[in-house]
DNA sequence: CAGAATATGTCAGTGTTGTTGACATTCCAA
DNA sequence: TTGGAATGTCAACAACACTGACATATTCTG
């Protein structure tokens, strides 16, 4: 609890004082408002939120992914993903088709409208980090990494990991 | 739009690829949960929700700031504001006191029972933080910062460069 | 095969948080 | 002093999360 001794191992540990974490935390908490805002803007438009983005990114993602697998990574109660499915389904975004060899599940698909409105969100969110990225650096990047890497939950670094395989 | 081409200027920008953006907007999106979730269990005890510790957070921060300001950081309607603070004023945890200059003003304050629940809350997301930062680094955190700076939108950014001030 | 377990979908109810609209109070400047 | 701007409050509504209960279809297991 609280400050951690200034000149700790005499190797400044400065950065992680109570008034650095602070930052940290209003950082993130800003940052983020920035992340989701030009998405935002888009789904507004058309009468969706950030629920459906959610969706529509991990479908495109991994398509053909069954409704517990989108649960799992999305982290909401079915009653609440389903809301979002159903709405998106209906508009025609996203398909629901039967699987082969379990007949219970029902694999995602995103339709061609689907992947149309993906490209609108993704590429206006894809703008703004990779200008970030851009004015930030190669270092700075690979720290951003790190340090949300180790900010995650446990089960969600896996998602995370395994998401990200295929990709280095 | 689309792929920025290898081998740019031949020094490397492997790291604004398509692929590298998905995976910096997966890691916000599974890091931002993270860094919600210790706190969010702690309000939903109390029957309070991330917008109370919002509020919390920045009357903290800023003693004595009004609503409109609290607003202008927030970034949301009044209206919302003021439903969330009449409860936390209700149960004892802000004080609302009639400005000296500008009786139109409310001063706002953490009462004691509400610097308590601050603590708790941002001890519990310090430590998180904390943790992350400890195990990625300082150098990951310079860049961490850096990168998130570069994604808030302008008038966030002064925001917070404001809030930075007295830091460093 | 019978029954348990799994995967999905639905209905009803509740709470938080955002929205807009209407309005009271206070301040300031013409 | 009066009208407009600023500040804050109240009421009603929508989006989206939650819980709990339950229906249906399918698969697995003993």
């Given amino acids: 609890m609280g400050q951690p001794n200034q000149s700790q191992t005499g190797q400044s540990l400065l950065f992680l004082t109570d008034?650095?974490?602070?930052?940290?935390?209003?950082a993130m908490f800003f940052a983020y408002r920035g992340?989701?805002?030009?998405?935002?803007?888009?789904?507004?438009?058309?009468g969706y939120g950030r629920a459906h983005h959610r969706a529509i990114h991990f479908i495109h993602r991994s398509p053909g992914t069954t409704v517990n697998n989108l649960l799992a990574i999305l982290g909401v109660t079915k009653q609440s993903l389903n809301r979002v499915l159903r709405t998106l389904i209906e508009d025609g975004l996203v398909s629901n088709t039967v699987g082969?060899?379990?007949?219970?599940?029902?694999?995602?698909?995103?339709?061609?409208?689907?992947?149309?409105?993906?490209?609108t969100l993704s590429d206006a969110q894809r703008a703004r980090m990779r200008a970030a990225f851009r004015?930030?650096?190669p270092?700075?990047?690979?720290?951003?990494?790190?340090v949300l890497e180790a900010m995650m939950d446990e089960d969600m670094r896996r998602n995370y990991a395994t998401l990200k395989e295929g990709t280095e």
Avoid: C, N, W, Y
């Fill in 35 to 46: 992340f989701t805002a030009d998405p935002d803007r888009i789904l507004a438009e058309k």
């Fill in 100 to 119: 082969q060899k379990d007949r219970r599940e029902r694999h995602l698909h995103l339709t061609e409208a689907g992947e149309t409105l993906e490209r």
């Fill in 135 to 137: 004015s930030a650096g």
């Fill in 19 to 26: 008034e650095q974490l602070r930052v940290g935390i209003e």
């Fill in 139 to 146: 270092e700075a990047v690979a720290g951003f990494r790190t």
